[in-house]
C-alpha cells in the first residue's frame, strides 16, 4: 500500500481520500498514542464529511480530539505544538480531492511514522475497548496562530506603514489569516477573492501565470507595491511586482534566504533547498557567508535533520525551501506562506522589491517533462548517469537525488518524477533553450532503448 505522497495523502474524494479511509487512517494514527490530535480543514465541499469520519476513527482509537474549524495549514501545524494534528485538505489540488496532512510537534510525519500509519490501514486495526475511546472539545488557535506570525515578521524587516499589498486568497484558507497578519503589521491590504468557497469558483486553486492572470491586470492597474497569492491551504506563496509580474519562485528564495543568511550569527549558517533549485539560491546565500545543502523533493524536514546531526557546532538551518514552499526554522518547523508573505513585505518595506533583486543572477530557467513508464524509470535513471556524463564531460556530476550536472555557465538536472509516469529535466543557463534540447534528446534515448 503506498498511501503518502510528497505532501501527505492526496487524491479524489470518491474514489481515494474517500470517508473509509478517513475513518481508517485516524484509527490508524490514534494508536500511535493516546495523546491529543487537534484536527482542521480547508474550505472544500467534501471536508465536513471527511473529518466527521477523521475524528470518529481517532477517538474510535482511544485519543482525544480538538476540532479547530477550518483553518491555514500553517496554522493547524502551529496549533499541534505539543500534540498532534490532522490537516483535511488537497492544498492545490483541484476541487474535487482532498488529502490527509499528519503532524507530530509541528512537523509533518517522517516516513517512519507515515509507514506505521500504512501498516495499520491496511491490516485494519480494531477500535479501542469502549470504555477507552476519547472525547472532543472544541479550540480556536487562528488568533494565536497570526499573533505569532505577526510578532516573528517585525524580527525580520521595518513597519508595512501604509504599504499597499493586495492578496489573491483565491477562495481559499489564505482569507483567514495572510490579510489580518498583513494589517496588524501596519499595511493597507486589498483581499482578493478573499471568501472561502470550495469550488474555487475565482481561480484554480493552484496559483500559476494562468490562474493568476486576472489577478496581475489587477495589480498592474492599482497602486499595489506588493502582490501575494496563495494556494487553497496557504501553504503555498507566489509574489507579483508593482507592474503584476510574478516574481521567479526561486529568485524569492534566494532572497529570503540571504536575509536569513545575513541575518544569523551562527558559525556556519545553512540553507537547506530541493535539487531543481536555481543555482541563484546558492550565490546569494554564499554571498552572505552561508552554504546550501540540498535534499530530496518533499523531504525539506529531513534535509533540516541531517544537517544539523551531521554539522559541526556553530552549524544552524536559517531557511529551509523548495518552490513556492517555505520553512522558516525559528518560527516554527511547518511550511508557511502566510508566514513568507509577511516577512518579504517586511523586507520590501526596509528597501524595495527592485532592489532585493537587482543582486540575484536571475538566468534563464526551464523545466520540461518526457512521457517514462514507471517501470521504465529506474533503468533509464541508470542509463542517464553514464550518458549525461559523456554528454557534458566537462560537467561536475552529482547523482543524490536524480543526475544534476554543473557547467561552467549553469547547471542540468533529470530526475523522475514520484507522481506521474515522467521523467522531469531541469536547466538553467544564458542557453538554456539549447541545453535542454540536449538533455531531453538523452533523456529520449534512454526511454526508447
Not at 547523482?399 to 538553467?428: I, M, N, Q
Request: glycine fraction near 10%; hydrophobic fraction near 40%.
Amino acid at each position: 500500500m503506498n498511501l503518502f505522497g510528497t505532501a501527505g495523502i492526496r487524491g479524489s474524494a470518491t474514489e481515494r481520500v474517500t470517508p473509509s479511509l478517513a475513518l481508517a487512517v485516524g484509527r490508524a494514527a490514534g494508536a500511535d498514542s493516546t495523546t491529543e490530535f487537534v484536527v482542521a480543514r480547508d474550505g472544500r465541499e467534501t471536508g465536513p464529511a471527511l473529518l466527521a469520519a477523521l475524528e470518529a476513527g481517532l477517538e474510535s482509537a482511544g485519543a482525544d480530539v480538538r476540532r479547530a474549524g477550518m483553518l491555514p495549514t500553517p496554522a493547524l501545524a502551529f496549533a499541534s505544538r505539543g500534540r498532534r494534528g490532522i490537516m483535511v485538505t488537497a492544498s492545490h489540488n483541484p476541487p474535487t480531492d482532498n488529502g490527509l496532512k499528519l503532524f507530530s510537534d509541528g512537523q509533518e510525519y517522517g516516513d517512519d511514522a507515515e509507514a506505521r500509519i500504512e501498516e495499520r490501514v491496511e491490516s485494519e486495526s480494531a477500535p479501542a475497548n469502549w470504555d477507552e475511546w476519547g472525547s472532543a472539545e472544541r479550540v480556536e488557535p487562528l488568533a494565536a496562530y497570526r499573533k505569532h506570525v505577526a510578532a516573528y515578521a517585525r524580527e525580520q524587516g521595518g513597519p508595512l506603514g501604509g504599504m499597499n499589498i493586495s492578496v489573491d486568497c483565491g477562495n481559499g484558507m489564505a482569507s483567514r489569516a495572510t490579510p489580518q497578519v498583513l494589517s496588524a503589521l501596519g499595511a493597507d491590504v486589498v483581499g482578493v477573492n478573499a471568501n472561502v468557497d470550495g469550488h474555487f469558483p475565482a481561480r484554480g486553486s493552484k496559483p500559476t501565470p494562468e490562474t493568476l492572470s486576472a489577478f496581475s491586470t489587477f495589480v498592474a492597474d492599482g497602486d499595489t507595491e506588493l502582490g501575494v497569492a496563495h494556494d487553497g491551504d496557504a501553504d503555498r506563496v507566489v509574489f507579483l511586482d508593482s507592474d503584476g509580474d510574478i516574481v521567479h519562485e526561486d529568485t524569492v528564495v534566494a532572497m529570503l534566504a540571504e536575509h536569513y543568511t545575513r541575518a544569523s550569527d551562527a558559525g556556519d549558517p545553512v540553507m537547506v533547498t530541493t535539487p531543481n533549485a536555481s543555482s541563484r539560491i546558492d550565490e546569494r546565500v554564499a554571498a552572505a557567508g552561508g552554504r546550501v545543502e540540498r535534499v530530496r523533493l518533499g523531504a525539506l524536514h529531513e534535509g533540516i535533520r541531517a544537517a544539523r546531526e551531521n554539522g559541526e557546532e556553530g552549524t544552524e538551518v536559517v531557511f529551509a525551501a523548495e518552490p513556492w514552499k517555505h520553512i522558516h526554522p525559528e518560527l516554527g518547523p511547518w511550511i508557511d506562506g502566510v508566514a513568507s508573505a509577511a516577512v518579504l513585505a517586511r523586507l520590501v518595506a526596509d528597501s524595495d522589491l527592485d532592489a532585493l533583486r537587482e543582486p540575484v543572477n536571475e538566468r534563464p530557467y526551464r523545466k520540461v517533462s518526457v512521457e517514462c513508464p514507471d517501470e521504465r524509470k529506474g533503468s533509464v535513471m541508470d542509463e542517464l548517469e553514464s550518458a549525461l556524463g559523456a554528454a557534458f564531460p566537462d560537467g561536475e556530476r552529482d547523482t543524490s537525488h536524480g543526475v544534476r550536472v554543473e557547467l561552467d555557465d549553469g547547471w542540468v538536472l533529470v530526475r523522475p518524477s514520484g507522481t506521474e509516469p515522467k521523467v522531469r529535466v531541469y536547466a538553467e543557463s544564458e542557453t538554456v533553450d539549447a541545453l535542454v534540447e540536449r538533455t531531453v534528446d538523452e533523456v529520449e534515448a534512454a526511454v526508447a532503448a
